[in-house]
T-cell receptor, first 115, second 111 residues
Framework: NAGVTQTPKFQVLKTGQSMTLQCAQD?????MSWYRQDPGMGLRLIHY???????DQGEVPNGYNVSRSTTEDFPLRLLSAAPSQTSVYFC??????????????FGPGTRLTVL | AQKVTQAQTEISVVEKEDVTLDCVYE???????LFWYKQPPSGELVFLIR??????QNEISGRYSWNFQKSTSSFNFTITASQVVDSAVYFC????????FGAGTRLTVKP
């Protein structure tokens, strides 16, 4: 199993550009999520999904869109990139137990810089 | 929404010292999970432990031990006889419907 994969590993954007960060998992996990990591702020939840066709907002959803058309994939879209979105982005997946997010397995991260 | 506080931003110890990383959480749920993750300098996030809110037994895994106390809403992590390889950022997390993380504690173990 590849686990959780993320592409690209690095990306530089100009302000106003759009892009999609890809995330895929091959563990048949129902739950997937996106976090951003900024110095001194830990990991902050952007969006999450409890299954195909279902998504919800986390702590910092503004400026990001997600969709979950399959169990395996959970892409994160930046519609109009801003310098404040410069961060490291982590995708994670977990089996879901009793309507609570269980142990999450993280991808390697995408380092995004917005100029 | 749930909240996790890791008051220690950075800790520095000398090898072989014991060190405890503090984690305090807030939740209105009676059923939840608590976690610790490690992020070494290479950047990946490594799962260390999960604790169910109904299980307050302390856990030991080699040099690592965890103390879960619901009465004080704490889930502290102790490394015994620390080693240089323990140098990392450690995150505590709380799971209700979604999972929220603390800000992390950067541990530096000096030789």
């Amino acid at each position: 199993n590849a686990g959780v994969t993320q592409t690209p590993k690095f990306q530089v954007l100009k302000t106003g550009q759009s892009m999609t960060l890809q995330c895929a998992q091959d563990m048949n996990h129902e739950y997937m999520s996106w976090y951003r990591q900024d110095p001194g702020m830990g990991l902050r939840l952007i969006h999450y999904s409890v299954g195909a066709g279902i998504t919800d907002q986390g702590e910092v959803p503004n400026g990001y869109n997600v969709s979950r058309s399959t169990t395996e994939d959970f892409p994160l879209r930046l519609l109009s990139a801003a310098p404040s979105q410069t961060s490291v982005y982590f995708c994670a997946s977990s089996p879901r137990a009793s309507f609570r997010a269980d142990t999450q397995y993280f991808g390697p991260g995408t380092r995004l810089t917005v100029l | 929404a749930q909240k996790v506080t890791q008051a220690q931003t950075e800790i520095s110890v000398v090898e072989k010292e014991d060190v405890t990383l503090d984690c305090v959480y807030e939740t209105r749920d009676t059923t939840y999970y608590l976690f610790w993750y490690k992020q070494p300098p290479s950047g990946e996030l490594v799962f260390l432990i999960r604790r169910n809110s109904f299980d307050e037994q302390n856990e030991i895994s080699g040099r690592y031990s965890w103390n879960f106390q619901k009465s004080t809403s704490s889930f502290n992590f102790t490394i015994t006889a620390s080693q240089v390889v323990d140098s990392a950022v450690y995150f505590c997390a709380l799971s209700e419907l979604d999972m929220r993380f603390g800000a992390g504690t950067r541990l530096t173990v000096k030789p």
